[in-house]
């Protein structure tokens, strides 16, 4: 080996050192594209594991989609645009017997039962409009045999909107249809037996109710005749029970019609307090009868006019307080009228055109404990139970009036304890009458000082309050010590007390006090049937008392009596001028004895087709009582033929049953009307005893002018002679109107 030569060394350190320096930036770099080589692989790695749980969860999600629609039970096929299948589920496969490798690429038409026609299964047409959906029904042959598919196709849209595919997705609902199908007949089933039940009760009201006209109109004639006291008290009896059957009969058919949804309502303005006492003098008799009181007592807040259905308020408020007397042995009935505030509708704060009527009947009768008042609306429902056969009816006078109330938008309750009475309160919310505007009550009687013996208490209390509402000073004594206290107490101007009571003769009561107060008015309290006593009582120099007020009192009439006490006795050599209410309605003066009843219509000549002989000579006998001429007809055809034989025209009105041998009054009734004389235009009034609640349209449609329903009242024949009177039908036929104008 050579000797170094160390002049040299350096150079070849250098170059080692050089050598060793590029090797480790080799290695270095080298290193570094290792780390970057393996960093690399990493990512790759997680990226491959984050594609394996990517795919995991796609093939989870086709599972779980795949298991969807096999458990959703419904067709779906798909189809690209030729029309050729491109997807079918297992239930398609199912339900039309193909395998999915028979159909896939090609077309496919369900097999139809015979006389079904081909729909639009899985076709474009109607996908191109919004909602880009077609739904439709289809019979088809599958393998459970005819089944109904309920389809629906929709459009399959790639990203850019372009139409790529539809979907038609089937659902079997042969059960619903079958059942919808069972449906439709039971419906129809209902309809027609609810049709066969308004006619049995057309039928059984016309039946019932002819032989009803007959005995009822016949015993009031009866009654009008010289009979014994036994006589008498048999023909009232043989009265009471025919009306007792009547009202059953109009119970039964009131709540048919509810029940069915027939109950129409109409909107006119009418005056609440004068419904509230007609009802009242309407029930009094009844409860005269009875022995007991009956009262109105009417709040200065109720308005004058309002809008709503005036027969059935009248309607609620007889149910109600009939109900009362009928539960009352002892004490009283009163109807009451009062207004409260109706509740705001949406986001108004008050409804200023409405106003809550509150009609209340308190009765101090049997009352109800609490069961009892639960179900005392419902139907058939009796206040109790026990009394069933001691208080007798159809129990369905409460559950009419519930259902009618509720057709009003109102509502009703009760208040009760058995053995204390009961108060019913219906509450209405009906409309303001035009040009009426709420403001305070008026007060004619103010300055007036009025003292009432309280005798009977609900009747003075009643009297009390209405005289106060009215303005009047009013003081309530409880007997001849209490009126005398009050008459040295102040001054009285009137004092107003029964003819008899429990504190005495009202006669000598009154004499009494004018001795003690000279000048002082007095008025008698007595029934419609006291009256022979009143010439003796108000007629001469010492008569007791200065006029007198029929129980039960109305408002109005006590104003206006103590009115005309205040001129006659505070201005003398005037009288008694005619007096009014304080809501301008004129008011009889009951200062002098009962006037004689006034005949109203002029006689006429009418024409009754019946074919009942009881019913025909009944109204015979009410027409003739009143001075008309009457003409019988057997049938519809025996009217026209009295008709075209009246050359002189002399009958004036038709009197026409509806239902008749031969030609009935329809068909009469539409022959007149095509008659080519002025007969075609006389008025024809239906006399039936139908009361469905279509019959008097279906008179009016028929052609007749107007329509009284059996047993007819003889107040009700004479009101409706005095409207026809004199006038022509405007439903006459032209040629009939020509003629009548030649």
Same mark, same amino acid.
């Given at each position: 080996m050579p000797f170094l030569d160390f002049d040299r060394t350096p150079l070849l350190l250098l170059g080692l050192v050089a050598v060793l320096m590029l090797g480790l930036e080799a290695w270095r770099r080298a290193s570094a594209r290792a780390r970057a080589h393996k960093a690399e692989i990493e990512t790759l790695h997680a990226r491959i594991e984050t594609l394996r749980d990517e795919k995991w969860e796609i093939a989870e999600r086709e599972e779980r989609y795949r298991d969807l629609v096999r458990a959703q039970g419904d067709v779906i096929i798909r189809k690209d645009l030729r029309g050729r299948l491109t997807y079918v589920n297992d239930v398609f496969c199912d339900t039309f017997g193909k395998l999915r490798t028979e159909v896939i690429g090609n077309t496919f038409l369900p097999d139809l039962p015979e006389g079904e026609r081909p729909r639009m299964l899985a076709s474009f047409s109607g996908l191109s409009m919004?909602?880009?959906?077609?739904?439709?029904?289809?019979?088809?042959l599958t393998t459970r045999g005819p089944r109904c598919i309920a389809w629906e196709e929709f459009a399959i849209r790639d990203e850019d909107g372009k139409l790529v595919e539809i979907q038609a997705v089937g659902r079997d609902v042969t059960e619903r249809k079958d059942a919808e199908e069972k449906l439709a007949v039971a419906l129809e089933q209902a309809k027609e037996a609810n049709r066969a039940k308004s006619l049995f009760l057309a039928t059984m009201s016309h039946e019932i109710r002819t032989p009803m006209n007959g005995v009822i109109g016949m015993t009031k004639l009866l009654l009008d005749t010289k009979l014994d006291p036994a006589q008498r008290s048999y023909a009232e009896a043989v009265r009471a029970s025919g009306e007792a059957l009547l009202n059953i009969i109009n119970d039964i058919l009131d709540y048919s019609k509810i029940e069915? !949804?027939?109950?129409?309502? +109409?909107?006119a303005a009418f005056d609440p307090r004068r419904v509230l006492e007609s009802v009242a003098e309407l029930l009094a008799p009844r409860a005269f009868d009875k022995g007991l009181e009956i009262v109105t007592e009417i709040s200065p807040a109720v308005p004058r006019m309002l809008m709503g259905d005036e027969a059935r308020i009248r309607q609620i408020l007889l149910n109600l307080a009939g109900n009362a007397i009928k539960f009352t042995v002892s004490g009283g009935v009163v109807l009451r009228l009062s207004r409260t505030a109706v509740p705001a509708q949406g986001a108004q704060r008050s409804d200023n055109k409405r106003v809550g009527l509150v009609l209340e009947v308190e009765d101090t !009768?049997?009352?109800?404990? +609490?069961?009892?008042?639960?179900?005392?609306?419902?139907?058939?429902?009796?206040?109790?139970?026990s009394h069933a056969r001691r208080y007798e009816g159809t129990g369905l006078g409460l559950a009419i009036t519930k259902r009618l109330v509720g057709a009003m938008e109102g509502r009703i309750d009760v208040e009760s304890e058995e053995g204390r009475g009961s108060i019913f309160r219906a509450h209405l919310p009906l409309r303001l009458a035009l040009g009426q505007h709420d403001g305070p009550a008026p007060t004619p009687l103010s300055g007036l000082s009025v003292i009432v013996l309280n005798d009977p208490p609900l009747v003075g209390a009643a009297l009390a309050r209405a005289a106060s509402a009215a303005g009047a000073d009013t003081r309530l004594v409880a007997d001849r010590e209490g009126l005398l206290r009050a008459l040295d107490a102040g001054p009285a101007d009137i004092f107003i007390c029964p003819i008899d009571g429990s504190a005495g003769d009202g006669a000598a009561l009154a004499a009494h006090a004018r001795g003690r107060v000279p000048g002082l008015g007095t008025l008698m309290l007595l029934r419609p049937q006291d009256r022979d006593r009143l010439v003796a009582l108000t007629q001469g120099p010492d008569a007791p008392f200065d006029g007198y007020l029929i129980r039960p009192v109305?408002?109005?009439?006590?104003v206006a009596r103590l009115t005309a006490l205040r001129v006659r006795h505070w201005m003398p050599g005037i009288g008694a001028p005619a007096t009014h209410d304080y809501d301008d309605t004129v008011i009889e003066d009951d200062m002098m004895p009962p006037r004689a009843p006034v005949i109203g219509t002029a006689p006429l000549t009418v024409l009754v087709a019946e074919d009942n002989e009881i019913n025909a000579l009944l109204t015979r006998t009410l027409l003739e009582h009143t001075g008309h001429t009457v003409r019988l007809a057997r049938n519809g055809a025996e009217a026209v033929a009295a008709l075209e034989a009246d050359a002189a025209r002399e009958i004036d009105l038709v009197l026409m049953d509806l239902h008749m041998p031969g030609m009935d009054g329809f068909a009469a009734t539409a022959r007149i009307r095509e008659l080519e004389t002025p007969h075609a235009a006389i008025p024809i009034i239906a006399l039936t005893a139908n009361a469905m609640a279509d019959d008097r349209q279906a008179c009016l449609d028929a052609g007749m002018d107007d329509y009284l329903s059996k047993p007819v009242a003889a107040e009700a024949l004479d009101d409706m002679l005095a409207r026809w009177a004199g006038r022509r039908s405007p439903r006459a036929h032209a040629s009939g109107e020509k003629a009548n104008r030649a």
């Open positions: 919004p909602p880009h959906r077609i739904r439709y029904d289809e019979r088809a069915a !949804g027939k109950v129409t309502l +109409e909107e !009768g049997i009352g109800m404990d +609490e069961q009892a008042r639960e179900h005392i609306f419902d139907d058939f429902a009796q206040a109790d139970q109305r408002a109005a009439s006590l």
